[in-house]
């Protein structure tokens, strides 16, 4: 992913709200292909943060997100949070 779909992707998950008292990381993998999100997962080794309700919300705009159609690939991605 280039800077411009970094800041898009960040700009897309700002936009979600959680409760307060959530802290920690979580960490997914997914696939990125033709610029739709396939495949999310969790990785539940690397992450610290494993609410169910968080992890399904930010899930679930992951699977919403659109990046451009000549994107393809595996992304790792590492949520800091702190609500």
């Known amino acids: 992913m280039d800077n411009t779909e970094i800041a898009d ?3 897309h998950l700002q936009q979600l709200n959680f409760p307060s008292g ?3 990381e979580i960490v997914f993998e997914f696939t990125v292909n033709k610029g739709r999100v396939q495949r999310v997962v969790l990785d539940e080794e690397t ?3 494993k609410d169910a309700i968080v992890v399904e919300k930010i899930k679930r705009s992951l699977l919403l997100w659109r990046v451009s159609s000549s994107t393809t690939g595996k992304v ?3 949520l800091h949070l702190h609500v």
């Open 47 to 49: 992450s610290n943060l």
């Open 9 to 11: 992707l960040t700009q």
């Open 76 to 78: 790792i991605l590492n």
């Open 22 to 24: 959530f802290s920690g």
